[in-house]
């Protein structure tokens, strides 16, 4: 088992930057492959971004591409997404999950995923 804690969501205006966290417990030992989604109220659950084994690999949803980057730090167990220049649509609650897939491309859907945090809200004011 996995255990993921994300931090670091909050109130802010739009145009500011966040950077949220996610830190890995439990059976640290499998090297995961790492991704963000959002869900928004009344919404589906949307791919963010997603980062391969190593940190070599990165994927993009198109809404937050060239604003939003992730990255991963394996000696310490953490994924971090830095989003600049956030706008009222990213307003959301942010979920890190942990995905056993054989690829980072296969980590672009929710259903690659076998862990997920608790979620952390995010609101962008205008």
């Known amino acids: 088992q996995v255990q993921l804690a994300e931090s670091g969501g909050g109130l802010v205006q739009a145009g500011d930057s966040l950077r949220l966290s996610c830190v890995a417990s439990?059976?640290?030992?499998?090297?995961?492959?790492m991704g963000w989604f959002r869900q928004a109220p009344g919404k589906e659950r949307e791919f963010v971004t997603c980062?391969?084994?190593?940190?070599?690999?990165?994927y993009y949803g198109d809404s937050v591409k060239g604003r939003f980057t992730i990255s991963r730090d394996n000696a310490k167990n953490t994924v971090y997404l830095q989003m600049n220049s956030l706008k009222p649509e990213d307003t959301a609650v942010y979920y890190c999950?942990?995905?056993?897939?054989?690829?980072?491309?296969?980590?672009?859907?929710?259903?690659?995923?076998?862990?997920w945090g608790q979620g952390n809200q995010v609101t962008v004011s205008s």
């Open positions: 439990g059976r640290t030992d499998r090297n995961y492959i």
């Open positions: 980062i391969s084994r190593s940190g070599s690999t990165t």
């Open positions: 999950g942990a995905s056993n897939a054989y690829s980072s491309d296969a980590a672009r859907i929710s259903r690659a995923y076998d862990y």
